[in-house]
């Protein structure tokens, strides 16, 4: 595993939360907490009612999940602070439930329209 | 306080509409009586250049039923906006779809909700408009200029998705699916379950999957997402929150300003007739719900997710419709995964 690749573990550490562990994000990073059986056979009726195989289900599933939301210079300047964050993490100081405000974020884009193919470039 | 302008302004420039969707959020179909005169209309293109905005989507009702649309379309490239056009595709004549090239707008999309006419006419409420939108779908693909297509999804037509997927394969245009919610005319009882909706997700995952862009371009819109433990990203661009009256800005006929078009009458925040644009835009109170979040304001589940300060509680619109308030979407893939987990022990 690459320093690169313990970027999403610093993201996920820094939203820590109470409802999550750290050794299931570590474990989930590292795939080492596979869909279960149980889970998958759960999953795949809701994707054959859209008319996908199971195969597609399983590929789709199988990836890598919806962790990363930061531009990817970010990421190099998060591996800078990655030790921090996990100090900071194991001792519980992330603030989860000081209430915050959030600073407006300006998106350009149409994406409240519709998408452009020049979107996907 | 100036703000930055909106990256988009979704304009209702007529509610006029000569089809009848069971899921029309803004029930469309007559003319509103007091909607804005050439003039205004103009005047606004101005204002919205005034105020930083990037582009326009003029839609509807449908748009192209006003008679001054193309003055609108040209004004709002002459002041240097990018300009959409969301279009039924029903009814484009051989001079409209020249008036459509002429204006040449960045890019145009027709709503098909249906892989079989029976399926989307029935939606539509009116027979034989399958058949001409996707006439008109090839025309706009033959003709180069930047097509979408959006999908609205309910019970009705969820199991369709295979086959408009068919029909769009190969075509070079940009598939946006979103999911319809109870506001106009859609009933609650036609809306997704939240497992169905979870389908719709493994859908719109499994194509991006199995398909190259070459192939077809695909996403969710803003009410599809986020931030699943198990599905890669739907969308084009990571969801940041509800963007309503931030990077979009809503315009219905009559000059009612709101944060978002998808959002019901209560959230209408001012009229251009009563107050011009710049003031409503930078209003400290305008679209406060949004531009001022804080973690109290959001639902139980949601303040205590690790992705709340970003995703602020999902979709507006689905979560006022299905929650009762809002910052508490219920349809987060994130949410009815650990459901899904739970029922399954």
Redesign the interface.
Do not use: C, Q
């Given at each position: 595993m690459s320093l690169v690749d313990m970027i999403p573990v610093g993201i996920?550490l820094l939203?820590?939360?109470?409802?999550?562990s750290v050794y299931t994000i570590l474990s989930?990073v590292f795939k080492a907490q596979p869909?279960s059986p149980?889970?998958r056979r759960?999953?795949r009726p809701?994707?054959a009612?859209?008319?996908?195989s199971e195969v597609?289900?399983d590929?789709?599933?199988s990836?890598?999940?919806?962790?990363?939301?930061l531009p990817s210079w970010l990421k190099w300047v998060l591996v800078a602070f990655i030790v921090v964050v996990l100090i900071l993490s194991a001792i519980g100081v992330t603030g989860?439930?000081?209430?915050?405000?959030?600073n407006?974020?300006?998106?350009?884009?149409?994406?409240?329209?519709?998408?452009?193919?020049?979107?996907?470039? | 306080m100036v703000r930055p302008g909106p990256g988009c302004a979704v304009w209702e420039i007529t509610l006029k509409c000569n089809l009848n969707c069971m899921h029309c959020g803004s029930a469309a179909g007559k003319a509103r009586s007091d909607e804005l005169t050439t003039d205004e209309a103009l005047q606004l293109c101005d204002d919205l250049k005034g105020i930083g905005c990037q582009g326009v989507a003029m839609m509807g009702g449908e748009p192209l039923l006003r008679k001054d649309w193309p003055s609108i379309a040209e004004r709002v490239r002459e002041v240097g906006m990018d300009l959409s056009i969301i279009t039924n595709g029903y009814k484009i004549t051989e001079s409209k779809f020249q008036r459509i090239l002429d204006v040449n707008p960045e890019l145009v999309t027709v709503s098909i909700d249906g892989g079989h006419a029976a399926i989307h006419d029935k939606i539509r409420g009116v027979p034989g408009s399958f058949k001409e939108v996707v006439a008109t779908l090839r025309r706009f693909v033959k003709s180069g200029l930047p097509t979408g297509v959006i999908t609205t999804v309910h019970k009705m037509n969820l199991g369709e998705l295979t086959t408009i997927r068919k029909l769009l394969l190969g075509t070079g245009v940009a598939w946006q699916i979103q999911m319809a919610t109870p506001y106009g005319r859609l009933t609650y009882d036609h809306v997704l379950s939240k497992e169905e909706y979870y389908s719709l997700a493994l859908f719109i995952a499994a194509t991006r999957k199995k398909y190259s862009k070459k192939e077809l371009m695909i996403a969710g819109a803003h009410d599809m997402g986020y931030f699943s433990r198990v599905l890669p990203p739907l969308q084009v661009y990571p969801w940041q929150g509800c963007q309503a009256g931030i990077s979009t800005l809503g315009i219905e006929s009559n000059g009612n300003i709101l944060g978002c078009l998808a959002l019901p009458p209560e959230y209408v925040e001012g009229n251009i007739r009563e107050r011009p644009l710049k003031e409503i835009w930078n209003d400290s109170a305008f679209s406060s719900y949004t531009r001022r979040v804080r973690r109290t304001d959001l639902g139980s589940e949601c303040a205590s997710c690790t992705y709340s300060k970003i995703c602020k509680g999902g979709c507006s619109a689905v979560s006022h419709s299905m929650a009762g308030g809002l910052h508490r979407d219920p349809y987060c893939l994130r949410l009815i995964e650990a459901e899904l987990k739970k029922s399954n022990g």
């Open positions: 996920e939203r820590l939360s109470g409802r999550e989930r869909i149980a889970y759960r999953i809701l994707g009612s859209v008319g996908l597609e289900v590929e789709v599933i990836g890598s999940p919806n962790v990363t939301n989860s439930y000081v209430p915050w405000y959030t407006p974020l300006y998106v350009p884009g149409t994406d409240y329209a519709s998408i452009r193919p020049k979107d996907f470039l | -």
